[in-house]
């Protein structure tokens, strides 16, 4: 794999996101894209990959990156009724805390296919002591990493904010509206989160 242009800690974790693509995936989806980073590493793991933002400056440098021809963007929202299919796999790195987290679930569920998987890269906030002991071992990682990748970067123009809730909320809610997912606290201030879809999921029977 080509070396990332820039790095930083939701592209740290693009690693984990990679290597949750089923074999054979049809479609992938990635929310809240960016510039595309990642759906252009999407790529060469399914046959079809759409990144979506609702950022019309993002969509713009995602799409002068030349991406590979089965890389789409679309500019939208989606959480306002936008159709954007089903998909075998959906990501979204750093994205679900832009609005309700029960919302972004809904949201985000809706467009994974029966059988299909959903990865979150997400972000929380420090709540108690263990917390913040925890987020402060990421400080010299975070260091010695930005060091060995050229400094911290990102993409001009991205829309971020900050995480409203705690490591320990995010975690409960998300163990509430997935059941069976499996979550993981990371050392960059990022959980990684994989829900598998099941076959028969109905949204009116315990789904959000
Ligand atoms: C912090 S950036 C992360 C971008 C990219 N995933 C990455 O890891 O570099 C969050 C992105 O999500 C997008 N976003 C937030 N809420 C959205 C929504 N409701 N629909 C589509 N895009 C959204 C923002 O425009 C922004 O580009």
Same mark, same amino acid.
């Given at each position: 794999?080509?070396?990332?242009? %820039?790095?930083?800690?939701?592209?740290?974790?693009?690693?984990?996101?990679? /290597?949750?693509?089923?074999?054979?995936?049809?479609?992938?989806?990635?929310?809240?894209?960016?510039?595309?980073? #990642?759906?252009?590493? $999407?790529?060469?793991? /399914?046959?079809?990959?759409?990144?979506?933002?609702?950022?019309?400056?993002?969509?713009?440098?995602?799409?002068? &990156?030349?991406?590979?021809?089965?890389?789409?963007?679309?500019?939208?929202?989606?959480?306002?009724?936008?159709? #954007?299919?089903?998909?075998?796999?959906? !990501?979204?790195?750093?994205? +679900?805390?832009?609005?309700?987290?029960?919302?972004?679930?809904?949201?985000?569920?809706?467009?994974?296919?029966?059988?299909?998987? $959903? +990865?979150?890269?997400? $972000?929380?906030?420090?709540?108690?002591?263990?917390?913040?002991?925890? !987020?402060?071992?990421?400080?010299?990682?975070?260091?010695?990493?930005?060091? #060995?990748?050229?400094?911290?970067?990102?993409?001009?123009?991205?829309? +971020?904010?900050?995480?409203?809730? !705690?490591?320990?909320?995010?975690?409960?809610? &998300?163990?509430?509206?997935?059941?069976?997912?499996?979550?993981?606290?990371?050392?960059?201030?990022? %959980?990684?989160?994989?829900?598998?879809?099941?076959? !028969?999921?109905?949204?009116?029977?315990?789904?959000?």
């Amino acid at each position: 794999m080509a070396r990332d242009p %820039y790095w930083n800690h939701n592209v740290h974790y693009h690693r984990a996101v990679l /290597a949750a693509v089923p074999r054979g995936c049809r479609t992938a989806l990635d929310v809240g894209c960016g510039d595309g980073l #990642l759906t252009r590493k $999407l790529a060469g793991r /399914a046959a079809e990959v759409t990144g979506v933002d609702r950022a019309p400056e993002m969509i713009r440098q995602a799409r002068a &990156a030349r991406p590979p021809g089965n890389v789409t963007y679309l500019e939208a929202d989606y959480l306002d009724g936008t159709p #954007l299919g089903a998909h075998d796999f959906v !990501s979204a790195v750093a994205v +679900v805390h832009h609005a309700r987290f029960e919302q972004a679930i809904a949201g985000l569920t809706r467009l994974v296919a029966p059988g299909g998987r $959903l +990865v979150i890269v997400g $972000l929380a906030r420090n709540h108690t002591p263990l917390d913040r002991v925890i !987020s402060g071992c990421g400080v010299p990682a975070s260091r010695l990493y930005a060091c #060995l990748r050229g400094g911290k970067r990102g993409p001009a123009g991205m829309p +971020v904010r900050d995480a409203s809730l !705690s490591w320990g909320e995010v975690r409960a809610a &998300a163990r509430r509206l997935l059941p069976g997912c499996r979550f993981r606290r990371r050392l960059l201030w990022r %959980y990684v989160l994989v829900w598998d879809k099941p076959v !028969s999921y109905d949204t009116r029977n315990g789904g959000p």
